[in-house]
């Protein structure tokens, strides 16, 4: 599997992004895909989550309410629409596809991982 993410960017913060992640492969569909984020000297954390046809999604307390997963399966992509940014969601963005059966928050319980992408929030 190879995902490619993109739309990240400079943004005030008040303001909206849509990131994007494309991925390859015939079965994307069946895919349970993940956002997580990485600010310089932190660790790597979840952001959201979303099942296979949508339906199903979680999202860290820190973006509950600001951001929103979904998915396009004819298109192969997941994304990420971000709105109200604060300077504290400045990261580097990664899509990544889960296994079935783990945890959805967890960095472990994914295998596959997207090059990732910046996204800076300025005060």
């Known amino acids: 599997v190879q995902l490619q993410a993109s739309g990240g960017g400079l943004v005030q913060a008040g303001g909206s992004l849509r990131l994007s992640c494309a991925a390859s492969g015939r079965t994307f569909s069946s895919y349970f895909m993940g956002w997580f984020r990485q600010a310089p000297g932190k660790e790597r954390e979840f952001v959201a989550h979303?099942?296979?046809?949508?339906?199903?999604?979680n999202y860290a307390d820190s973006v509950q309410g600001r951001f929103t997963i979904f998915r396009d399966n004819a298109k192969n992509t997941v994304y990420l629409q971000m709105n109200s940014l604060k300077p504290e969601d400045t990261a580097v963005y990664y899509c990544?596809?889960?296994?079935?059966?783990?945890?959805?928050?967890?960095?472990?319980?994914?295998?596959?991982w997207g090059q990732g992408t910046q996204v800076t929030v300025s005060s």
């Open positions: 979303i099942g296979w046809s949508g339906s199903l999604t």
């Open positions: 990544a596809v889960r296994r079935r059966g783990s945890a959805y928050n967890y960095t472990g319980s994914y295998d596959w």
